[in-house]
T-cell receptor, first 115, second 113 residues
């Protein structure tokens, strides 16, 4: 079974609007972390936001927030007030507890911001 | 700032050649990772290492090997390159705890002809 599922291969959003990128995860480990990364066309992977499995509140970082619904095992990324520079691939990832802490990545969502 | 560097941004090799991809991190991280990234498939883990001389297979280790002789350096080796190994290769490192993110290198785009 896939550890991380991103069901939206491509998304479009109007500039200045908000957009939600979906992510669901699968784990039986009670301790885990959820991450979102952005990959612009230049190729570098940029860390955006982190949510721990024991965190009570949803994580926020500037225009990024993570809608964490533990019972549904979902960790959607919300980008508010989209900008042209937000056009990129977005990857959801999970890290389980244990030695080495292997990361699992989804297949990504390509976001295009329309002026 | 954490820095992860990879020896080449672009590499072209012939089928059957032995290929070395080098990765170096400067933040004393315990964990290092090699991924390949292909369109529509996302990032797939090839190997990771949680300590010097320690390695674990990821999801797609076939055709690859790794070496970690020093904490800061993690090498990916293609013993006999094949055309289906043409891909983007990303190295990453992280501290050893669930809450720490990975830091990525700039990637190596390998073409095997």
């Amino acid at each position: 079974a896939q550890k991380i599922t991103q069901t939206q291969p491509g998304m479009f959003v109007q500039e200045k609007e908000a957009v939600t990128l979906d992510c669901t995860y699968d784990t039986s480990d009670p301790s885990y972390g959820l991450f979102w990364y952005k990959q612009p066309s230049s190729g570098e992977m940029i860390f955006l936001i982190y949510q721990g499995s024991y965190d009570q509140q949803n994580a926020t970082e500037g225009r990024y927030s993570l809608n964490f619904q533990k019972a549904r095992k979902s960790a959607n990324l919300v980008i508010s007030a989209s900008q042209l520079g937000d056009s990129a691939m977005y990857f959801c990832a999970m890290r389980e507890g244990g030695t080495g802490n292997q990361f699992y990545f989804g297949t990504g969502t390509s976001l295009t911001v329309i002026p | 700032d954490v820095k992860v560097t990879q020896s080449s941004r672009y590499l072209v090799k012939r089928t059957g050649e032995k290929v070395f991809l080098e990765c170096v991190q400067d933040m004393d991280h315990e964990n290092m990772f090699w991924y390949r990234q292909d369109p529509g498939l996302g990032l797939r883990l090839i190997y990771f290492s949680y300590d010097v001389k320690m390695k674990e297979k990821g999801d797609i280790p076939e055709g690859y090997s790794v070496s970690r002789e020093k904490k800061e350096r993690f090498s990916l080796i293609l013993e006999s390159a094949s055309t289906n190994q043409t891909s983007m290769y990303l190295c990453a490192s992280s501290q050893d705890a669930t809450s720490y993110e990975q830091y990525f290198g700039p990637g190596t785009r390998l073409t095997v002809t």
